[in-house]
Nanobody
Framework: QVQLVESGGGLVQAGDSLRLSCVAS????????MGWFRQAPGKEREFVGS????????NLADSMKDRFTISRDNAKNTVFLEINGLKPEDSAVYYC???????????????WGQGTQVTVSS
């Protein structure tokens, strides 16, 4: 089972762009489908999107399709989440998750990272 560590969060201004990274270790990264979630204070965790282990297909939540992009670099054991045109309502802790196999729609994940905070000021 892989271990996941997210990075790239921080305090940004509305309209900025950000790229979050999630590095996996301890397993064969290329055999895992990956996902991104976010959770804002007082709200439930929200699915952002997923990417299959080959990186050739992604699945983004409908509300995320216009500003969010998921990609991966299997040679670097890393999955990325790019967010453009950040808004204050994007402020949340962003988590990555892994699931062995090639899936886009995943109900149960094998493991989670600790999260990285993104705060967007207006």
């Amino acid at each position: 089972q892989v271990q996941l560590v997210e990075s790239g969060g921080g305090l940004v201004q509305a309209g900025d762009s950000l790229r979050l990274s999630c590095v996996a270790s301890g397993g064969t990264f290329s055999k895992y489908s990956m996902g991104w979630f976010r959770q804002a204070p007082g709200k439930e965790r929200e699915f952002v999107g997923s990417i299959i282990f080959s990186g050739t297909r992604t699945n983004l939540a409908d509300s995320m399709k216009d500003r969010f992009t998921i990609s991966r670099d299997n040679a670097k054991n890393t999955v990325f989440l790019e967010i453009n045109g950040l808004k204050p309502e994007d402020s949340a802790v962003y988590y990555c998750a892994a699931r062995s196999g090639s899936y886009l729609v995943i109900s149960e994940w094998d493991c989670w990272g600790q999260g990285t905070q993104v705060t967007v000021s207006s």
